[in-house]
């Protein structure tokens, strides 16, 4: 059974900025929130193929400091480019492109450290048959999460959104160079 603590422990952790929260929330900004409502369907999808190959592989990748430093270069990599081009790429005025947002935001949610903390740490090892409906669980809270992620961008005002791209860039390299500076404490 799901347990209070993992539920509350889920919630305040997709409501913590991150890689995806800021593509989702820059995607709200640009195309506003009508369009860019499926795109938390992106999220969940990540989510949920992450998380359970991190729930299979838990004993491996918590044991093997080389794994976990390859899958921390491959979340770098992934938000560098990622940062890169949301930099170069102009501010759609109209909204953004539907399959290359939820490419981004699929793949971003992949290889986002959340994945790998609610696989690996907050669903206990012991959970055996039931770690469908743990994932399942922080699977729907995802979808909740970022439609508020979502609905904030679009909410921001006019004058703010054409720059969101370019923070979006920002922040997400910084979570990459964040990615890189902790593969030196494995």
Known sequence: MVTFGFIAASTALLLTPGPTNTILAA????????????????????????????VACASLVRADPVAMGAIRLIAAV????????????????????????????????????KAMLVGTILIPGDVGG???????????????AGMGWVLLGALLPQGIRKHAYKAAAIVLGGFSIAAVASMASI
């Open 130 to 144: 039931a770690a469908p409906l743990w994932i399942g669980t922080y699977v729907a809270l995802s979808i909740a």
């Open 27 to 54: 995607c709200g900004a640009s195309a506003g929130f009508r369009k860019a409502a499926v795109l938390p369907l992106a999220e969940a999808l990540g989510y949920a193929v992450a998380i359970g190959i991190f």
């Open 78 to 113: 992934w938000l560098a480019y990622s940062a890169y081009r949301l930099w170069v790429e102009p501010f759609p005025r109209g909204g953004s492109g539907g399959r290359s947002s939820f490419a981004r935001v699929l793949l971003t949610t992949m290889v986002n450290p």
